[in-house]
């Protein structure tokens, strides 16, 4: 190592940082942290300090990773009510599925003729896998813990044919709920 080395190292040092276009953006790594908000424009994350580039916001396009839904199962038999243990038993079900699937259950309500509930999942999830998953790993469950159910039903799922489900994170209202309700049972030749 010569005496010129350090010298040349501190210019090639000076070209880059001067050629490089310059932005507000530091990268640190403290101890892995929570998301922390430490000013304006910089966030603490996972141990990084991120903070806004010069671009101007408009230029920047973000799209929702997520979306929500509002859905609705009813029982496949009229007199298949959803009362007693079964209520707990799928509300825990249902948020086990939830986290399986890296979904996010946002609300449930379990009533003796339907099973409703709102979730967000990621923007690329079929809503219609969504259903079918839901359909059958609760059928499962139902059957398994609940063979009562099983004895008259013997299609291996629960549910009514067909489900509900409505973009959005609005609950559905007691009329839609009634009206597909009355379309299921008419299809199925019930009512």
């Not at 190292?9 to 908000?37: A, F, G, Y």
């Not at 430490?38 to 300090?49: A, C, P, T, W």
């Not at 996010?104 to 690329?124: A, E, K, Q, S």
């Not at 499962?140 to 039903?153: A, G, L």
Request: glycine share 4%; charged share 25%.
């Amino acid at each position: 190592m010569n005496a010129l080395e350090p010298e040349l190292n501190e210019t090639k040092r000076e070209q880059q940082e001067r050629s490089e276009p310059q932005t507000d953006l530091q990268v640190e790594t403290p101890p892995s942290l929570p998301e922390i908000k430490k000013s304006e424009d910089e966030f603490v994350s996972s141990g990084l300090i991120v903070g806004k580039s010069h671009e101007s916001e408009s230029d920047v396009h973000q799209y929702p990773a997520e979306v929500s839904y509002s859905c609705l199962l009813i029982p496949r038999f009229p007199d298949h009510h959803l009362a007693g243990d079964i209520t707990e038993d799928l509300m825990e079900w249902m948020k086990e599925i939830c986290i399986s699937y890296s979904w996010r259950l946002d609300t449930i309500v379990v009533r003796p003729g339907y099973l409703h509930w709102m979730l967000t999942v990621p923007l690329t999830e079929n809503p219609a896998r969504v259903m079918r998953l839901v359909r059958q790993h609760t059928s499962e469950k139902i059957f398994n813990d609940y063979p009562r159910f099983k004895r008259q039903n013997m299609s291996g799922d629960f549910w009514a044919p067909g489900f509900y489900i409505a973009p959005g994170n609005q609950p559905l209202s007691l009329e839609n709920i009634s009206n597909f309700t009355l379309t299921i049972r008419k299809q199925q030749g019930i009512f």
